[in-house]
């Protein structure tokens, strides 16, 4: 059994679906990277393995966190890595906003968590619920970019720790979706007004036959994506 360090560069996850992970487990799901860890939905440290989140446990897969982590730690990211994960699927940004339950909820999950290390990144893939309807999507620029403020000065670390986000998938049918551009325009448009900011591109990658969710190689190259984006703005 691994032992648990005492201090660890921390990684919150948040979003909705595509954060917490729908891709395929197939049951042979390699083990856990070496030096990777995560918080469990009862707030104790385990050695990280898919699927991360719980969100919906009948239907939690692959996600990209995992693979973002191991990104890191395989490109010799200098102290162990945790991560907590507190996505939830099919949530609207309104509940990811300074007072509703999600964004408390994750705030207090992440202050939990410092006790074992420091805050050293945030990542967010989330909007596929607001682009159905256009009041909600011409507001979630305004709701995104008071999350980006908020849930630093909630945490206590401003803008030294990085603000990641991920544009939605390419493949959302426009019926279903017919406003993803507010969305993605806001994901690009943050990177203007925030500093140590970064937006990861989605391009290229495929859902799970669902229009929706990324398939499990795809939700992991998103996971690399976003360590790619890490690096390019740390080091």
């Given at each position: 059994m691994s032992t648990k360090p005492d201090r660890m560069k921390l990684f919150l996850l948040i979003g909705q679906s595509n954060m917490a992970g729908r891709g395929e487990l197939?049951?042979?799901e390699p083990a856990a990277?070496?030096?990777?860890?995560?918080?469990?939905?009862?707030?104790?440290?385990?050695?990280?393995?898919?699927p991360l989140h719980f969100d919906k446990p009948d239907i939690v897969g692959v996600g990209p966190g995992l693979s973002f982590a191991e990104q890191l730690v395989?490109?010799?990211?200098p102290q162990p890595v945790g991560l907590i994960p507190c996505a939830v699927g099919g949530t609207r940004i309104e509940r990811w906003v300074k007072g509703a339950?999600?964004?408390e909820q994750a705030v207090q999950r992440a202050q939990a968590a410092l006790e074992a290390g420091e805050l050293s990144g945030i990542?967010?893939?989330?909007?596929?619920?607001d682009t159905g309807e256009l009041e909600l999507a011409q507001a979630y620029k305004e709701r995104f970019f008071s999350l980006i403020r908020d849930v630093r000065a909630d945490l206590g670390c401003g803008d030294r720790v990085p603000?990641?986000?991920?544009?939605?998938?390419?493949?959302?049918?426009e019926e279903a979706s017919p406003y993803t551009r507010f969305i993605n325009e806001a994901v690009e448009a943050a990177q203007e007004n925030y500093a140590n900011y970064g937006w990861v591109d989605t391009a290229g990658l495929t859902h799970k036959g669902d229009d929706?969710?990324?398939d499990a190689d795809s939700a992991r190259a998103l996971g690399r994506r976003f360590a790619e984006r890490y690096v390019q703005m740390n080091y």
């Open positions: 197939t049951g042979s990277a070496e030096g990777i860890w995560t918080l469990a939905q009862d707030l104790t440290w385990k050695p990280a393995a898919d395989q490109g010799g990211f339950d999600l964004y990542l967010w893939a989330q909007g596929e619920s603000f990641l986000a991920a544009k939605l998938g390419t493949f959302l049918r929706l969710h990324y």
